[in-house]
C-alpha cells in the first residue's frame, strides 16, 4: 500500500471542524503534498488550502483523493458517491481511512476497475501477515506509548520525524493508525489486523535498515487500557523499540471510554512499558515525555512540565507548544 | 454458534494419531457426545469409537459431523468433499476447526443451503464483537495462563470443569480456540478477532452470571511469548479473572517458535500476569500450577512439584496424572 501523492482533500459537507480532523491532520504535516481542499454546498470547514474542482486539482497534478472527514452516519451519500466517481474516472485514486469501505460502493469499485485506479481503505489492512518471529532488525527504532489512548502519541511521533530530518537524521515515521496512514502515505491500520498477528504486522511495517536509520512508530491505545492494552503489548512487542517516549494528557480524569478507571501512575506506566519492550529489545530506554497541555492552565504548564522532568529525569515537552527538539537531542 | 451434539467424528484419512488430534482431545472431554468415528481408507488412526458410516451415524441420532482431523496440505481432497457434502445431505452440520473454510467449498455451501444445515468454521468467529468496556460482571471466573504456548491450559482448564462439576459446582469452560471449541459445543477463536476486539470478546464469551457460577477460560499464549502476547493480554483484560492458575512445561528449551526466547521464570511470569489482571479486577489472584509432566523423567516429577508447592504456597498439580482436585479444594 502507497498512496501516490499529490493529493487534494475532499472536505464533503463537513459540518464542523471535527469532522475534517483527518483532513487537517494531512495538512498540517505534508502542507507538501496538499495542493487545494475540494468543499461541496454546505461545507462548514476550511484547511486554508486554495478551493479546487476535481478538474483544476487534476490539472494541477494531484493523483489521489483524500476523503479527509467523517461520512455522517458512516455512509456514503449519493452526493459524495456521484464526486468520487467522477474523480476516478478523471484518474484520482481514492484513499479514505473510514470505517465503511470505498471498496464496498459497487459503482466505486466498478469505476476504479475500469479507470485502472486503486482504492485505499487504510482501516482495512490490505494484505495478510506472518506471525512475529521476534528476531533482532538492524536500525534504530523510537515508539510511542501513552496513559490512554487520544493522548497525542501521532503528533509526538511526527514532531520528532520531522525534527529528525531537519537535523539530517534518517527517521522514517512509520504509521499504525488511519490519519497516520494518510499523512505517511502507507502503514498499518495496526488495530484493525487479526490478534494473532499484531507483533508480525509491526515487524513488516518496520523492516530491517541502515544502522543509522530511525523508524518512528506511531504508538496505539495504552497498556493500562482495558479495552485496547492487547493491540499495545502487540505493538511495543513487535516495535523492538530502542527509544520510548511516554504521551500524557493531565487532565484527563479518566481512561477514555471507561469511566470506571482512573490513569496509571506515570512512573508505574512507564515501568510497565519497559519491563514488556525489554522482552523484544533489552535495551529499551525511555528517552522523553510528551505531555498535551492543551487543556491545561496555561500558568501551570512550565511548572508541570519542569516537576517531571525533574522526577523522571528525562526531557519533558508539549510537541506542540514547546516542540521536541530536546528529546531527538538525546537521541543524536 | 451452538454445535449441536451428538457428534460422529470423522477422522478421514488421518495419516498418523497426531493428526487426529483435534477428534481424540473431543473424544476424550465429551465420551456421552461422541456416537463413533468415521475412518476413510488408508485412515491409520483409531480413536477406540464404534465405526460407524454417515447413514449409521445418522441412525444412531448423531447431529453433527465433526472433522477433527487436519487435512493434508491444507486443502479439502475431492474424497472428503464427497463424504462432506453426503452428510448434509442426510441432515448433519459440519465443523471444523481448519485454517480453510468449509463455507468456501462452493459444493458444501450450496448442499448446506439447500437442506437447511450449517457449517461451522470455528476457528473463524461467526459475528462482531463490540469494545469491551471492562465493567465488573457477576459470577466468578478462573482463567489458565501459561510460561508459553501449548503447556496444557485447555486440558486444565476442562478438568477443573470436570472436577467442579463432579462437585456440584456450577461451572463451564469457555473456549477460546479451535478444539476447544469443538468440545464446549461454542466458544470464540480468540486470536482470529480482530485486534480491537480482543478483550471484548473475552467478556461477551463469559457473560454476567450468577455469584456462585464459575467460567473456566481456556488461556491462549503467553504474555512472555513475543509473538502472541497481545492476545494473552487482552484476554487477561478481558476475562477479569478472580482466579489464575499458571501452566508450565519445565521441559521446554526456548519459547514455542522462537529459538532466541528463553522461557521466563515462574514467579516473574507469575507477577507479570497478575499485575495485568489486576486491572481490571484487583482481586485476582493465584490458586494454582499446572505442570505438564509428560516429557519429564518420571521419578523427578514428585520432587519437582512438591518443590514448586513450597516455593510458591499454591497447590502443585499435573492435571493430566495427579488431576487438579487440590486447585479445586481451595476454590471451594
Redesign the interface.
Known sequence: MAIQHPYLLFLGDAPDQLAAKTAQGVAHWRPDWCLGQLRLEGCQTDLGLTDMSLEEGAAAGAKTLVIGVANRGGVFSEKWISVLEKALLLGYDLAAGLHNRLADVAVLKAAAEQHGRRLFDVRHPDREFE?????KRSGKRLLAVGTDCSVGKMYATLAIEKEMRARGMKADFRATGQTGILIAGSGVS???????F???AVEYLSPANSADHWDIIEGQGS??H??????????L?GAQADALVLCHEPTRRHMR??P??RLPDLRHCME?NL??AR??NPEAEFVGIAVNTSQMDKAEVADYLGRLEGEYGLPTVDPFATGVAPIVDRLQ
Open positions: 506471525v512475529a518471529n521476534g528476531r495496526i488495530d484493525a489486523v487479526v490478534a494473532d499484531i507483533s508480525g497498556l493500562f482495558a479495552s485496547y492494552a492487547g493491540v499495545s503489548l502487540g505493538l512487542h471510554g471507561l470506571d478507571y510497565a519491563a514488556a522482552l523484544t
